[in-house]
């Protein structure tokens, strides 16, 4: 019997790809409209999504299959929901990504912030988790967790190492002075108590010392180690949520906003996301270090900042981090040119629409209607990395007054190369979110938005601020079980029907649901940061799972705090806009 049940676990794939179809097939058949046979696809794929049966981005590829199939879409219709100007935004933002990971540059700026932050435990989580929070505005979540984790441990296994030495030194000098006779007083008692013999010489007594100071030194450092392994994953996630590039779902709502409501006026750009999400972030990021503090450093402010002067743990630790910056080297050009094509690309991309005034790509280029989009910004910045070249070679010959060498001045090889944006750029993510641009149009074309905007109409009497932290707290639980990618793809469009049926404006229940899709944070499985974090050894489930959940209620609670706040002023949200309304008279079958 145990084999029977261990070969059908092994085998569910499979089960799940074959039955699952069949079993939900009586919906379009029993029901022969194109609501229903887009329901049949929307829900095969998110049962497929959830189990991972198979990979994401092929399920994303469902539709191209069953939408013609089905008589819902045409395939050429369908295909050119793969590839918008929101994969392109994406796209221009991983080689950006790329090319700072390609050139280590990304270390370089964490070690500088955490040599100025310094070592003591409460500095140094902050410091892990501002660093890693930045970074993870910029290049993706994971890369970011797997560089900053070892230099983490590296530091803190430092950090043990030396007050250990530290220790057994005080006691070693210990024996000549009237402290260790008094120490020596408390312990004999207690050791008579447990082994039943008297100790008679002072070695024993430093055995002893030695042993229960090595216990809570190591009980001491799991907890460090707990702690500043959640802090650096937790942060990576946070961080994610800052910028529209900084993960998935941002994007998600960017394209679903252009699909659904085409005439939105480009309310969801760079700069509108990040005057509303960055301060978001950075209220999770505080409230997030004040609740890892408490659990696993305490309040100790003495002993957790440090007042005074630095003893030697702190100064071996900072030089661990001295030395790992010095491995890097002086600043190459080929850093140097990255660092200053991100700088440009993000004021291009803060002053294309920053809102509160025109924009460079108002008065140069989209006078008549939406032509410069921060994708174009994006591509146009991200193609200098494959025409830049990574050194000078002939520098050196024109400072000597020699002739340069044309050679190897033509074959400098450029900041980025096709074979290693082929090795990192993760094409999955760009079908997942066509497969979701996909899904959205296809449930507007097929009626299913319309219908199921309408059975919850009901919602219309709830205040709308319990709306929004409801369906929070729903899609925070169901992204600790599913990507958060797919969590977005299947919520956001039902979320946009529901919104125009009540007279609520999209974005007030859209804009908090897609960043809650991001706080998983209770179980390794529920994004890779934290399976990274997990896979160290330190972590159990249930470490992750008691931190995690108060976080979940702390992030949930400070974007719904956002959004009836500063957002409901920037983006308007007490009045139902013109352009959803108009949207969704138009949506029918």
């Known amino acids: 019997m145990a084999s029977v049940l261990r070969w059908l676990w092994v085998n569910r794939n499979y089960f799940i790809i074959f039955i699952t179809p069949l079993l939900i097939l009586p919906l379009p058949l029993v029901f022969p409209t194109p609501e229903a046979r887009c329901g049949f696809a929307i829900i095969l794929m998110a049962l497929y999504w959830c189990t991972e049966c198979m990979p994401l981005a092929i399920t994303a590829l469902l539709p191209v299959i069953l939408f013609p199939m089905m ?9 050119v929901e793969y590839l918008k100007d929101t994969n392109m935004l994406f796209i221009g933002g991983l080689l950006v990504a790329i090319a700072v990971e390609h050139w280590n540059l990304h270390k370089r700026i964490a070690l500088s912030v955490l040599l100025i932050v310094g070592v003591r435990p409460a500095l140094l989580m902050m410091g892990f988790m501002i660093v890693t929070a930045f970074l993870s505005m910029w290049i993706s979540n994971t890369s970011t967790t797997a560089m ?12 043990s190492a030396t007050e250990a030495d530290s220790d057994e030194k005080e006691l070693r000098e210990g024996q000549d002075n009237q402290a260790f006779e008094l120490i020596e007083v408390n312990i004999k008692h207690p050791l008579d108590n447990v082994t039943g013999d008297k100790p008679n010489s002072k070695s024993n007594i430093i055995n002893a010392l030695s ?23 937790y942060s990576a996630s946070i961080g994610g949520t800052a910028t529209l590039t900084g993960t998935t779902p941002n994007l998600i709502l960017k394209g679903q906003m252009d699909d659904i409501f085409p005439d939105n006026n480009d309310v969801i750009n760079f700069a509108s996301w990040f005057g509303f999400a960055f301060p978001n972030m950075v209220l999770m990021l505080a409230l997030s270090w004040f609740w890892l503090q408490f659990m696993y450093l305490g309040f100790n402010l003495k002993n957790s900042f440090g007042c005074g002067l630095k003893n030697e743990g702190d100064k071996e630790a900072y030089r661990v981090m001295k030395n790992e910056y010095k491995k890097l080297g002086p600043i190459s050009f080929a850093e140097g040119a990255v660092l200053v094509i991100f700088v440009i690309l993000v004021i291009l991309w803060f002053t294309r629409e ?6 460079w790509a108002t008065e140069l280029f989209n006078k008549n209607g939406q032509y410069v989009t921060d994708g174009t910004v994006a591509i146009f910045m991200s193609t200098l990395f494959f025409v830049i070249p990574s050194r000078l070679d002939c520098s050196c010959s024109f400072k000597l ?10 074959g400098t090889p450029t900041l980025l190369n096709w074979k290693v944006v082929q090795e990192h750029m993760p094409w999955n993510i760009v079908l997942l979110l066509g497969g979701g641009f996909a899904l959205a149009r296809g449930s507007e074309v097929s009626g299913l938005s319309k ?5 919850l109409a009901p919602l219309q009497s709830i205040p709308p601020f319990a709306i929004s932290l409801i369906l929070c707290f729903l899609v925070g639980t169901f992204t600790e079980c599913s990507s958060n990618t797919a969590t977005t793809t299947l919520f956001l469009p039902i979320l946009a029907s529901m919104a125009t049926t009540i007279g609520l404006h999209p974005l007030y229940v859209m804009l908090p649901c897609t960043i809650s899709a991001s706080l998983a944070f209770m179980l390794p499985v529920a994004t890779p940061p934290n399976a990274i974090a997990f ?5 159990k489930v249930l470490d992750m799972a008691k931190a995690g959940f108060i976080l979940n209620i702390i992030g949930i609670l400070s974007i719904n705090l956002g959004i009836n706040t500063w957002g409901m002023a920037m983006f308007n949200l007490g009045t139902f806009p013109a352009w959803a309304n108009t949207t969704n008279a138009t949506s029918t079958p």
Do not use: H
């Open 211 to 233: 042993e229960r100071r090595r216990k809570e030194r190591e009980v001491k450092y799991l907890r460090l180690f707990k702690g500043m392994s959640l802090s650096v994953c």
């Open 451 to 455: 219908w199921l905007g309408e059975s």
């Open 535 to 539: 896979s160290y050894g330190n972590l």
């Open 401 to 410: 007054g020699l002739k340069p060498n044309l050679l190897n001045c033509l």
């Open 354 to 359: 920053p809102g509160f005034m025109p924009g």
């Open 148 to 159: 900053m984790l070892p230099i983490s441990q590296a530091v803190l296994e430092q950090l």
């Open 71 to 79: 008589g819902i879409m045409e395939s050429g219709k369908v295909c």
